[in-house]
């Protein structure tokens, strides 16, 4: 089964509009992390947004929020405000509590076109 | 402060030839994990250091080998390589503190076998 699942392949939104990527995760681990990450054309993974399983409060980074519902293992990320540069894939990892650090389970990705 | 350093950025092998990449993580950074990404498997885990020590692997072949230096450098190594190993290899690296513990990554190898 996958652990996490982004359902949407590709998504668009207008430039200043908000947008949801749909994250679903499984693990039967009480302890783990959920981060999201952008990954423009170029290459290299650009962290946006982290939340723990015990946090209580959505994280939030600025424009980027995380709609984080534990009970529907559902982890969206919200980007307010959509920019051009927003263009990008972006995935949505976990780390599961008891495993190393440095190992992040990924979904497949969504790419994100922002139209001017 | 510098970033993750990956080396080279890309590459052409044949198949059978082997590889080595190059990870210099940022500095402090002690934990350094190899990803490989595809268009057909997406991002997978393939193996994960800690003051040199192997800490975990991913479900690769033994083909994929990998170390680390005494200064956190690391460096993987593809022998026999096969086309389906055409990839991006993203290296990352963190600081090991509780909580977050963000993967810092690096821009990657792109690896052509042909």
């Known amino acids: 089964a996958q652990k996490i699942t982004q359902t949407q392949p590709g998504m668009f939104v207008q430039e200043k509009e908000a947008v949801t990527l749909d994250c679903t995760y499984d693990?039967?681990?009480?302890?783990?992390?959920l981060f999201w990450y952008k990954q423009p054309s170029s290459g290299e993974m650009i962290f946006l947004i982290y939340?723990?399983?015990?946090?209580?409060q959505n994280a939030t980074e600025g424009r980027y929020s995380l709609n984080f519902q534990k009970a529907r293992k559902s982890a969206n990320l919200v980007i307010s405000a959509s920019q051009l540069g927003d263009s990008a894939m972006y995935f949505c990892?976990?780390?599961?509590?008891?495993?190393?650090?440095?190992?992040?389970?990924f979904g497949q990705g969504t790419i994100l076109t922002v139209h001017p | 402060k510098a970033g993750v350093t990956q080396t080279p950025r890309y590459l052409i092998k044949t198949r059978g030839q082997q590889v080595t990449l190059s990870c210099s993580p940022i500095?402090?950074?002690?934990?350094v994990s190899w990803y490989q990404q595809t268009p057909g498997q997406g991002l997978q885990f393939l193996f994960e250091?800690?003051?040199?020590?192997?800490?975990n692997k991913g479900n690769f072949p033994g083909r994929f080998s990998g170390r680390q230096f005494s200064n956190s450098r690391s460096e993987m190594n593809v022998s026999t390589l096969e086309l389906g190993d055409s990839a991006l290899y993203l290296c990352?690296?963190?600081?090991?503190?509780?909580?977050?513990?963000?993967?810092?990554f690096g821009a990657g190898s792109r690896l052509t076998v042909l």
């Open positions: 990352a690296s963190s600081l090991e503190i509780s909580g977050a513990n963000v993967l810092t």
């Open positions: 693990t039967s681990d009480p302890s783990y992390g």
């Open positions: 939340q723990g399983s015990y946090d209580q």
């Open positions: 990892a976990m780390r599961e509590g008891g495993t190393s650090y440095g190992k992040l389970t």
């Open positions: 500095s402090g950074h002690r934990s």
């Open positions: 250091y800690f003051s040199e020590t192997q800490r």
